[in-house]
């Protein structure tokens, strides 16, 4: 059996809870919500794990903790080998993340602008850059958009322009975060056709979605509910 290249083992986070100015004068502790409690999960190379549920079961959060942008309260993270929590670095390089929106994105420069500023800081330059912007481009079916300043593209140009910056670094883990949001069904399958074939080149894939379509290309599929994960059966 492979080893995992995801692994969570009992992990929790909570976030404190809204306080009001009177309660904030008191000085005490705040009280916190908890998101994720004592959760478990397992990926191998190659496989795609999707995760549902709904909104505000903390299926963003799990993503982000995967990713290192946050640090579970406890419990134990390993991405590709690497910790996220005292080795967020090493997690970004092996790392590809695509967020549910666009606005970290520098919304006046052109898309090869935005993607040769995000490749120098994966560490990428010069002719080895240009080959994966070309590249990511092309996978994605973003080609025609390269001149193109990012503010006037269509919502769905922006979701390939979001995968194409994820996979920009040639990463062994993919985290998605509804990645076919705003595509139209067409652009959507072939979304879903580049997300199975990059699992069969032996990335690891990890998914949050609302839709039944991305969930039908996961091997794995779980339910994130009251902080906890539950296997979903998956296939016809």
């Known amino acids: 059996m492979s080893e995992p290249v995801l692994l969570l083992e009992d992990v929790t986070k909570s976030f404190p809870a809204y306080r009001s100015l009177t309660s904030l004068l008191t000085m005490r502790k705040p009280p916190r919500t908890g998101v994720l409690s004592g959760l478990h999960l397992?990926?191998?190379?190659?496989?795609?794990?999707?995760?549902?549920?709904?909104?505000?079961?903390?299926?963003?959060?799990?993503?982000?903790?995967?990713?290192?942008?946050?640090?579970?309260?406890?419990?134990?993270?390993?991405?590709?080998?690497?910790?996220p929590v005292s080795n967020p670095g090493a997690t970004a390089a092996v790392t590809g993340f695509m967020g549910s929106s666009e606005r970290s994105f520098y919304w006046r420069l052109s898309v090869l602008e935005n993607l040769r500023f995000f490749g120098r800081l994966q560490g990428l330059h010069g002719i080895e850059l240009e080959d994966r912007i070309e590249h990511v481009l092309s996978m994605t079916g973003s080609g025609s958009a390269g001149s193109k300043r990012f503010a006037v593209l269509s919502d769905g140009f922006r979701r390939r322009l979001s995968l194409a910056r994820a996979l920009l670094h040639d990463p062994a883990v993919l985290v998605l975060d509804e990645p076919t949001k705003s595509l139209d069904p067409e652009t959507a399958d072939s979304f879903r056709e580049l997300i199975s074939a990059l699992a069969g080149e032996g990335r690891t894939v990890l998914l949050a979605t609302h839709s039944r379509d991305d969930a039908s290309v996961c091997g794995t599929l779980h339910r994130l509910k009251d902080g906890s994960l539950r296997t979903m059966e998956t296939g016809p």
Do not use: E, Q, Y
């Open 42 to 83: 397992s990926s191998a190379s190659g496989t795609i794990t999707g995760i549902v549920g709904p909104n505000g079961a903390g299926k963003t959060t799990l993503l982000r903790l995967v990713t290192g942008s946050l640090i579970p309260d406890s419990g134990r993270i390993r991405v590709a080998g690497t910790d």
